[in-house]
């Protein structure tokens, strides 16, 4: 059991079976090592940011590789070589990698990276993603690799050089398969294990469940065990020694999201090396992925390949409509070649005879067929809401977007062409014409694809075995991918519609369009739980709708009354004249620690400095300066002027007083060290250590536009309104009890604003406890109304006073009398939110002093306040805060 402590000490959760499982959520990096950013030059080099999850992933694989930590690691019996990274699918895994080769080269001087997997689709796509920079899905900066002001390049490889070049990275790209028959069968110009032993090597295995075939099966002989497979070679691999006998430092790190922990032989071989988890159900509710709704019929496959292309069809018209360019993809899935063939007949077929009566007839039969709160409900209204002008022009457009040239068939072994692979790579892009896609199972793993919108089963019924339903699993888990988009100026890559009963939430959901066979649905389901795959049954959500009520509508608070949001100005170059705008002030403090390895290990830590004796104040020299900007991507010119835009040269930054110049560094150093003992490298790494501190300070404190505390008024009637949400059954048995839906009637509560309390369990809670003390506000504020705040009623947002972050807060207390207005801001927060959201209460806490608080064209007669969170833990504290602002301090007793 000693093998599960470190599990316990990284993770401290478990799993099914008391298996010790990685959560993903790192909470011992925060206990047993200061949180410190990545090596900026990560993120600097790749083409696109990375993901709070794949930073999480990079910072347990330093913090595993930590040489501070190498012996307490070692003695909960974990290591280092090989380590695996349960990722989910879409959750941009490569993305990882690319980092993680950026990482070994720079810290631990690997130039040999290995990547394998068992199929060459997903060799054709990871070429594209690390090798190609002319591609629209390669990772890495598009620029150039350039790390510590030197340029490295990245070259493809079929063997590795004994003696490799400088600022070289080396890649070999290659199915496990084809490694398995190189290094057993040796054939010239070919890799070999000879080769191998020159240099240390990285390994990066995708899809690494194929991999285990030895560790699953029940071994039956000494001779079985010896027998060569693939797992075999891979371990060879990893502890080959040199020509001296000599391990070599080789590593492993694999990655899938598929790894059973309840197989006691797989739980023994992965048990000391999961390091990071982040599963399909994390990923979806972090709102990166599409939701995934299930369409179960019997119709005849000819009636699914209609609905199928409309459903498609109204998509990107529904995006046409909103200004968003969006070419969804459909996909065909069959259990054999044979059927998928004819099933593309059948469906170019259908497109040829595609006529207005033919048209007319499925949709208007198909409308009485469907459940009201159906998607096909919802889009056959649509359609037949049109004339006939737009029906025709609607039948032109069908043909010529799933004309059969805009078709991929993805079952022959053409599928690997240059021009398929492209083709199949780069859907989302304008030019590429694919609309529709058959296939059987080579799609299933390796494919990435964000625009897939609709998998519909077509041919002979479905299999029912595990293994084809996991099959799907994946598939689904693949094309629940989010394809972002541009929407009112702004680029998503998160869903920004769930719950709202609009018909942009069409362009966030993936339909999978199935049988009703009990057998098959039973088994999917079993498939969707084991890869905490959520998902929904069409025609399950059901829309709940609040009204504002006729007796509010008639008041003058509704004709004439007015909230109040406060103001946001833009930032302008003077305002960041000096690095203390950022927050950089006084003089930086840093511990020197002598370390045997090539760099010194140079931490911030003040807990440390009282050990030593001695410091030296050591000033910032010119040359040094600007060899540590080179070297960091940050402080090049065009980037730094992004931040500070006061500045006209890097010259400028370096000395100026307000920025560099004249800075110093308190340096501790040990009793025995005195400062001439500091060379160059060291002030060098010190240096760099300090614009580290900088950059951080900059890109957290720099925002274009501010909070500022004057309030502006904005008039009731044009902002409140009626309002929907969109729910299913599992809105109501929600893990946290407060986040679980509510739809009541309000009549008991005439001071509250809706017909119907459709909120959470949580925030109708607060309503109960607020009538509770209506009758005493009463006594004060002979006119009360609680008013809805969220994206789908007021939206009125206040955001935090020479701050950029703002929010909606769920609840406006209206309060009026003779003498004034009083307007409360309230925020109900779940348990597991307060620490998140701490600094929503301290904006709440600044709007309640009121200090320098302005409301324009208003005099004394309307206040502001905010109160502290509501929840049931802190229920007490939110009453006696209520009851000072809004009862003169006198307690609000309930009226029981």
Same mark, same amino acid.
């Given at each position: 059991?000693?093998?599960?402590k470190?599990?316990?000490?990284l993770f401290g959760?478990?799993?099914k079976?008391n298996?010790i499982i990685?959560t993903g959520?790192?909470n011992s990096i925060?206990?047993?090592?200061?949180?410190?950013?990545?090596?900026s030059?990560?993120?600097?080099?790749?083409?696109?940011?990375?993901?709070?999850?794949?930073?999480?992933?990079?910072e347990?694989l330093?913090?595993v590789?930590?040489?501070?930590?190498s012996?307490?690691?070692?003695?909960a019996?974990?290591?280092?070589?090989?380590?695996?990274f349960n990722?989910?699918?879409g959750s941009g895994?490569t993305?990882?990698m690319?980092?993680i080769?950026l990482?070994m080269?720079?810290?631990f001087?690997y130039q040999?990276?290995?990547?394998?997997? %068992?199929t060459?689709a997903i060799i054709t796509?990871t070429?594209?993603n690390?090798l190609?920079?002319?591609?629209?899905k390669?990772?890495?900066?598009?620029?150039?690799?350039?790390?510590?002001?030197?340029?490295?390049?990245i070259e493809a490889v079929t063997?590795f050089?004994?003696n490799?070049?400088?600022n070289?990275?080396y890649l070999?790209?290659?199915?496990?398969q084809?490694l398995?028959e190189?290094? %057993?069968?040796?054939?010239?110009?070919?890799?070999?294990y000879d080769?191998?032993k020159?240099n240390?090597i990285?390994m990066?295995g995708?899809?690494?469940?194929?991999?285990n075939a030895?560790?699953?099966k029940?071994?039956?002989? #000494?001779?079985?065990?010896?027998?060569?497979s693939w797992?075999?070679?891979?371990?060879?691999?990893?502890?080959?020694k040199?020509?001296?006998g000599q391990?070599l430092n080789?590593?492993?790190?694999?990655?899938?999201a598929?790894l059973d922990m309840?197989n006691?032989?797989?739980?023994?071989?992965y048990?000391d090396k999961?390091?990071?988890?982040?599963d399909l159900?994390?990923?979806?509710?972090? #709102?990166?992925?599409?939701?995934?709704?299930r369409?179960?019929?019997t119709?005849?496959d000819?009636i699914?390949?209609?609905?199928?292309?409309?459903?498609s069809q109204?998509?990107?018209?529904?995006a046409?409509?909103?200004?968003?360019y969006?070419?969804?993809i459909?996909?065909?899935?069959?259990?054999?070649?044979?059927v998928?063939?004819?099933?593309?007949e059948e469906?170019n077929d259908?497109?040829?005879?595609?006529?207005?009566?033919n048209l007319?007839?499925?949709?208007e039969r198909?409308?009485?067929?469907?459940s009201?709160?159906?998607?096909?409900?919802?889009?056959?209204?649509?359609y037949?809401e049109?004339?006939t002008?737009e029906i025709n022009?609607?039948?032109l457009e069908?043909?010529?977007d799933?004309?059969?040239?805009?078709?991929l068939?993805?079952n =022959?072994?053409?599928?690997?062409?240059?021009?398929?692979a492209?083709?199949?790579?780069?859907?989302e892009?304008?030019?590429n014409?694919i609309?529709?896609i058959?296939?059987?199972?080579k799609?299933n793993?390796g494919?990435?694809?964000?625009n897939?919108y609709?998998?519909?089963?077509?041919g002979?019924g479905?299999?029912?075995?595990?293994t084809?339903?996991?099959?799907?699993?994946q598939?689904?888990?693949r094309g629940?991918r989010?394809y972002?988009f541009?929407?009112?100026?702004?680029?998503s890559y998160?869903?920004r519609?769930?719950?709202?009963?609009?018909?942009?939430?069409v362009?966030e959901?993936?339909?999978?369009?199935?049988t009703n066979?009990?057998?098959?649905?039973k088994?999917?389901?079993?498939?969707?739980?084991?890869?905490n795959?959520d998902?929904?049954v069409? =025609?399950t959500?059901k829309?709940?709708?609040?009204?504002l009520?006729p007796?509010f509508?008639k008041?003058d608070?509704?004709k004439f009354?007015?909230l109040y949001?406060?103001e946001?100005?833009?930032?302008?170059?003077?305002?960041?004249?000096?690095l203390?705008?950022? =927050?950089?002030?006084?003089?930086?403090?840093?511990?020197?620690?002598?370390?045997?390895?090539?760099?010194n290990?140079l931490t911030n830590q003040?807990?440390?400095?009282a050990s030593?004796?001695?410091s030296?104040?050591?000033?910032?020299e010119?040359?040094?300066?600007?060899?540590?900007?080179q070297r960091n991507k940050?402080f090049?010119?065009d980037?730094?002027?992004e931040?500070a835009p006061?500045?006209?040269?890097?010259k400028?930054?370096m000395d100026?007083?307000?920025f560099?110049?004249?800075?110093s560094?308190?340096v501790?150093?040990p009793a025995h060290m005195?400062?001439t003992?500091?060379?160059?490298?060291?002030k060098?790494?010190?240096t760099?250590?300090y614009?580290?501190?900088?950059?951080d300070?900059m890109?957290r404190?720099y925002?274009k536009?501010?909070?500022?505390?004057?309030f502006?008024?904005?008039p009731i009637?044009e902002?409140?309104?009626d309002?929907?949400?969109?729910a299913?059954? #599992?809105?109501?048995?929600?893990e946290?009890?407060?986040?679980?839906?509510?739809?009541?009637?309000t009549?008991n509560?005439?001071?509250?604003?809706y017909?119907?309390?459709v909120?959470?369990?949580?925030?109708?809670?607060l309503?109960v406890?607020?009538?509770?003390f209506?009758?005493k506000?009463?006594?004060?504020y002979?006119?009360v109304?609680?008013?809805?705040n969220d994206?789908r009623?007021?939206?009125?947002t206040i955001r935090?006073?020479?701050g950029v972050?703002?929010?909606?807060?769920d609840?406006?207390?209206?309060?009026q009398?003779?003498?004034h207005?009083?307007q409360v801001?309230i925020?109900?927060k779940g348990k597991h939110?307060?620490?998140?959201?701490?600094w929503?209460?301290?904006?709440l806490e600044e709007i309640?002093?009121g200090?320098?608080?302005t409301?324009?064209g208003?005099d004394?007669t309307?206040?502001?306040? =905010?109160?502290?969170f509501?929840n049931q833990d802190?229920?007490?504290?939110?009453?006696?805060?209520?009851s %000072?602002?809004v009862?003169d301090?006198?307690?609000?007793?309930?009226?029981?």
């Amino acid at each position: 059991m000693a093998q599960l402590k470190l599990f316990e000490w990284l993770f401290g959760k478990q799993g099914k079976n008391n298996n010790i499982i990685a959560t993903g959520e790192l909470n011992s990096i925060l206990y047993k090592k200061n949180a410190e950013p990545l090596p900026s030059y990560i993120q600097d080099n790749l083409a696109d940011t990375l993901r709070p999850y794949q930073k999480r992933a990079l910072e347990a694989l330093e913090f595993v590789l930590d040489e501070d930590y190498s012996s307490e690691i070692i003695n909960a019996g974990y290591q280092n070589k090989h380590l695996l990274f349960n990722m989910a699918t879409g959750s941009g895994k490569t993305m990882v990698m690319a980092s993680i080769i950026l990482y070994m080269y720079q810290e631990f001087g690997y130039q040999n990276f290995l990547f394998f997997v %068992n199929t060459d689709a997903i060799i054709t796509k990871t070429k594209e993603n690390l090798l190609n920079p002319d591609s629209s899905k390669y990772l890495f900066s598009k620029e150039g690799i350039v790390i510590d002001g030197e340029t490295i390049m990245i070259e493809a490889v079929t063997d590795f050089p004994i003696n490799p070049s400088e600022n070289t990275i080396y890649l070999k790209l290659t199915t496990i398969q084809g490694l398995h028959e190189e290094l %057993n069968n040796p054939k010239e110009n070919a890799i070999t294990y000879d080769s191998l032993k020159q240099n240390k090597i990285v390994m990066l295995g995708d899809e690494a469940h194929h991999f285990n075939a030895d560790t699953k099966k029940k071994k039956k002989s #000494k001779a079985e065990v010896e027998a060569l497979s693939w797992e075999r070679t891979i371990n060879d691999i990893l502890y080959l020694k040199n020509d001296t006998g000599q391990l070599l430092n080789n590593k492993l790190f694999e990655f899938t999201a598929t790894l059973d922990m309840e197989n006691k032989s797989l739980f023994e071989k992965y048990v000391d090396k999961v390091i990071y988890s982040y599963d399909l159900k994390e990923f979806m509710e972090d #709102k990166y992925s599409k939701n995934v709704v299930r369409l179960q019929a019997t119709e005849t496959d000819d009636i699914k390949m209609m609905d199928a292309l409309l459903m498609s069809q109204y998509r990107k018209l529904v995006a046409r409509d909103n200004g968003i360019y969006i070419k969804p993809i459909v996909m065909f899935k069959s259990n054999t070649i044979k059927v998928s063939n004819s099933k593309e007949e059948e469906f170019n077929d259908l497109i040829e005879n595609l006529s207005i009566d033919n048209l007319l007839e499925h949709m208007e039969r198909r409308l009485l067929s469907v459940s009201d709160g159906s998607i096909l409900n919802t889009l056959y209204s649509y359609y037949l809401e049109k004339e006939t002008s737009e029906i025709n022009k609607l039948i032109l457009e069908l043909k010529e977007d799933f004309h059969y040239l805009n078709i991929l068939n993805a079952n =022959g072994k053409e599928l690997l062409s240059v021009d398929n692979a492209t083709l199949l790579n780069t859907l989302e892009e304008p030019n590429n014409p694919i609309r529709v896609i058959f296939a059987v199972a080579k799609l299933n793993e390796g494919w990435d694809v964000l625009n897939l919108y609709d998998i519909v089963r077509v041919g002979e019924g479905a299999s029912t075995t595990k293994t084809a339903t996991d099959s799907e699993a994946q598939l689904i888990g693949r094309g629940a991918r989010y394809y972002p988009f541009v929407y009112e100026g702004k680029k998503s890559y998160q869903r920004r519609f769930d719950k709202q009963a609009i018909d942009l939430g069409v362009l966030e959901t993936l339909h999978y369009h199935t049988t009703n066979e009990s057998a098959y649905l039973k088994n999917l389901e079993k498939s969707l739980d084991a890869i905490n795959l959520d998902t929904d049954v069409d =025609g399950t959500q059901k829309v709940y709708e609040a009204k504002l009520k006729p007796s509010f509508i008639k008041t003058d608070v509704f004709k004439f009354g007015k909230l109040y949001e406060n103001e946001t100005k833009e930032t302008t170059a003077d305002d960041y004249n000096s690095l203390s705008s950022y =927050g950089v002030e006084g003089t930086w403090e840093i511990d020197y620690i002598s370390r045997v390895a090539e760099k010194n290990l140079l931490t911030n830590q003040t807990d440390q400095l009282a050990s030593h004796k001695t410091s030296y104040l050591m000033p910032l020299e010119e040359p040094i300066v600007r060899k540590a900007m080179q070297r960091n991507k940050f402080f090049h010119f065009d980037r730094l002027k992004e931040y500070a835009p006061i500045i006209k040269s890097k010259k400028e930054f370096m000395d100026n007083e307000n920025f560099l110049g004249n800075k110093s560094i308190r340096v501790y150093l040990p009793a025995h060290m005195s400062e001439t003992e500091l060379t160059k490298q060291d002030k060098l790494i010190i240096t760099e250590k300090y614009l580290s501190y900088i950059e951080d300070k900059m890109r957290r404190n720099y925002h274009k536009v501010h909070g500022l505390k004057t309030f502006k008024p904005i008039p009731i009637k044009e902002r409140i309104k009626d309002y929907t949400i969109l729910a299913t059954d #599992k809105d109501y048995t929600n893990e946290h009890v407060s986040q679980r839906l509510v739809d009541e009637p309000t009549n008991n509560f005439k001071w509250y604003i809706y017909d119907r309390a459709v909120m959470n369990h949580l925030e109708y809670s607060l309503l109960v406890l607020l009538d509770s003390f209506y009758d005493k506000i009463q006594e004060k504020y002979p006119t009360v109304f609680l008013i809805r705040n969220d994206e789908r009623s007021a939206r009125l947002t206040i955001r935090e006073f020479d701050g950029v972050r703002g929010f909606m807060p769920d609840f406006i207390l209206y309060l009026q009398n003779e003498d004034h207005i009083l307007q409360v801001y309230i925020e109900p927060k779940g348990k597991h939110l307060v620490q998140t959201d701490l600094w929503k209460q301290t904006l709440l806490e600044e709007i309640q002093a009121g200090e320098g608080i302005t409301i324009i064209g208003e005099d004394n007669t309307v206040r502001l306040s =905010g109160v502290k969170f509501f929840n049931q833990d802190q229920r007490d504290e939110f009453v006696d805060d209520l009851s %000072n602002v809004v009862n003169d301090g006198e307690y609000l007793e309930q009226q029981l």
